[in-house]
């Protein structure tokens, strides 16, 4: 899943995560890199997702020319065994937390696309760019 990825990341230029099902691993398992760590999670299940929420232009790399406009919770907290089977527990707010839900919502065969707020909130990365970077690539 970590060479996917950075075979993604080489290709694409951006990529944050991976979730066994995209690559057709029929295992509850995630691959995220973020903030210079990473983190391997297998079978993670929520402890707590906050009820307040804030809005993002999701991207993924199961389509990665689309981006969609939707809603995450501002911070959730994860459980979830480690490479080597220790248990583990992650909180996260922000970036991370909106990841680990997008991430999350692959093992459940949920996509993005699917948490779309409206008819306007798909958009392709090149209409995203001129629409709301004045032009300037997106730095993911
Ligand atoms: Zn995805």
Redesign the pocket.
């Known amino acids: 899943m970590r060479d996917t990825l950075h075979e993604f990341q080489r290709s694409h230029g951006f990529g944050r995560?991976?979730?066994g099902v995209?690559i057709g691993v029929p295992q509850r398992i995630i691959y995220m890199e973020i903030a210079r760590a990473s983190y391997c999670l297998v079978n993670p299940a929520w402890v707590h997702k906050n009820t307040e929420t804030f809005r993002l232009w999701d991207?993924?790399?199961?389509f990665p020319d689309l981006l969609v406009y939707l809603e995450r919770s501002s911070a959730v907290g994860i459980r979830y065994s480690d490479e080597s089977g220790a248990m583990r527990s992650l909180e996260a707010n922000g970036s991370l937390s909106e990841l680990i839900q997008?991430?999350m919502?692959?093992l459940d065969g949920i996509?993005?696309i699917d948490r779309a707020l409206d008819k306007n909130s798909l958009c392709t990365r090149q209409e995203w760019r001129r629409r709301y970077s004045g032009g300037v690539a997106a730095n993911w």
């Open positions: 995560g991976i979730s995209q991207d993924c790399f199961s997008h991430e919502d692959h996509l993005a």
